[in-house]
């Protein structure tokens, strides 16, 4: 599904972060939004994902607009925040069981599905935990677990790497690359340059609410020098 973004100028309140920002996330593609503290990657994500209204222009999915159809555009999303949103009194069983509820999912399909992703992020026997117990880290990882069981057609993914041990980066981007090949579409926010030049198809940088340069992620460094530091 594409995610089309025309005209959007929004932000908190009185306060205006994003100045009449304009993109498009092709279907089946990875777009990384990129840039520095502050330029307002999350605020852009704040609004795909509707926690913030538009004070102008328009965010599509498919043709489904965010504003006139919220339902429908929203059950074709997964979103992974930065911050993990757990529920304290929840088991992450009955997190998961939440989440299929939510996406009207087939049961047996999803607990499938489930059980080979807390296999592969080393959850499997914590299904009676709760929050609580798990550390950063963990909760990230029920986040992810969360988002994959789903089918949705876009996933939006804040930060996705940060508390993750290393071999979490590398299964987490191989979900991710597994389900582009399927057709599925991302939009995720990184500091992460290796993740674009390794995984992304195009990318849109933002500089003080503005959008100050796009293109595919092979011409990253040279559409965006300031940002092409050597990570070393
Ligand atoms: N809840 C909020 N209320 C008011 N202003 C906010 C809020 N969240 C962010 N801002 C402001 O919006 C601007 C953009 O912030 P945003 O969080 O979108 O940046 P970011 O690019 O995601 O930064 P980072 O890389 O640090 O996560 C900043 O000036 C910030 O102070």
């Known amino acids: 599904?594409?995610?089309?973004?025309?005209?959007?100028?929004?932000?908190?309140?009185?306060?205006?972060?994003?100045k009449d920002i304009s993109f498009v996330v092709p279907d089946g593609t990875l777009t990384a939004l990129v840039g520095l503290n502050g330029s307002?990657?999350?605020?852009?994500?704040?609004h795909v994902i509707g926690l913030l209204n538009p004070k102008q222009g328009s965010i599509t999915l498919n043709g489904l607009s965010l504003t006139q159809q919220p339902v429908d555009y929203k059950a074709q999303i997964a979103y992974i925040p930065e911050q993990p949103v757990v529920y304290e009194e929840l088991t992450l069983?009955?997190?998961?069981?939440?989440t299929?509820?939510?996406?009207?999912?087939?049961?047996?399909?999803?607990?499938?599905?489930?059980?080979?992703?807390?296999?592969?992020?080393?959850?499997?026997?914590?299904?009676?935990?709760?929050?609580?117990?798990?550390?950063?880290?963990?909760?990230?990882?029920?986040?992810?677990?969360?988002?994959?069981?789903?089918d949705a057609k876009l996933f939006i993914i804040d930060e996705p790497f940060l508390g993750l041990d290393v071999i979490a980066v590398n299964d987490l981007?191989?979900?991710?690359?597994?389900?582009?090949?399927?057709?599925?579409?991302?939009l995720l926010t990184t500091h992460v340059l290796d993740t674009i030049d390794k995984h992304a198809d195009q990318f849109v940088?933002?500089?003080?609410?503005?959008?100050?340069?796009?293109?595919?992620?092979?011409?990253?460094v040279t559409l965006v020098p300031e940002l092409a530091v050597d990570e070393g």
């Open 93 to 98: 069983k009955e997190h998961l069981a939440l």
């Open 173 to 186: 981007l191989t979900l991710i690359d597994n389900r582009k090949k399927q057709g599925v579409t991302f």
């Open 100 to 150: 299929i509820a939510t996406y009207h999912l087939d049961e047996k399909i999803a607990w499938q599905r489930a059980n080979e992703l807390l296999k592969t992020f080393r959850l499997d026997d914590k299904l009676t935990w709760f929050p609580t117990h798990f550390s950063k880290g963990m909760r990230q990882k029920v986040m992810i677990v969360m988002a994959f069981i789903t």
């Open 1 to 18: 599904m594409s995610l089309d973004i025309k005209n959007l100028s929004g932000g908190y309140g009185q306060l205006t972060v994003l």
């Open 205 to 220: 940088y933002l500089k003080d609410g503005q959008v100050a340069a796009q293109g595919a992620a092979s011409d990253f």
């Open 40 to 46: 307002g990657k999350s605020t852009t994500i704040n």
